[in-house]
């Protein structure tokens, strides 16, 4: 069974910054893509980071490139989003996100229960 939970979200002021980690079990996180999605408020969902599997390249919605970092630990089955430089704008909640396919999509079939994220000052 498929698994997905979130960890590392809460309140930061602008400027701040935040790691989340997604832990993974139930699968070979190495033989799958991952991503981040986030929703903020009256928005819908959208994803704004995804790690390929095979050669672990990545993908950032213009919004957060620059800014945030997606990476993987295989190993561990733990897939991280260390966000940098969080504007007010990016207060969501932020979910860790999978396809099931090698290589990024914009959709996702598996889904964790998400993390809340709160940029105020």
């Known amino acids: 069974q498929v698994q997905l939970a979130e960890s590392g979200g809460g309140l930061v002021q602008p400027g701040g910054s935040l790691r989340l980690s997604c832990a993974a079990s139930?699968?070979?996180?190495?033989?799958?893509?991952m991503a981040w999605f986030r929703q903020a408020p009256g928005k819908e969902r959208e994803v704004i980071a995804c790690?390929?599997?095979?050669?672990?390249?990545?993908e950032y919605a213009d919004s957060v490139k620059g800014r945030f970092t997606i990476s993987r630990d295989n190993a561990q089955s733990t897939v991280y989003l260390q966000m940098n430089n969080l504007k007010r704008e990016d207060t969501a909640v932020y979910y860790c996100?999978?396809?099931?396919?090698?290589?990024?999509?914009?959709?996702?079939?598996?889904w964790g229960n998400g993390t809340l994220v709160t940029v105020s000052s």
């Open positions: 790690t390929h599997s095979r050669d672990g390249s990545t």
């Open positions: 996100a999978t396809d099931l396919r090698y290589y990024c999509t914009a959709t996702a079939i598996h």
């Open positions: 139930g699968f070979t996180l190495g033989y799958y893509a």
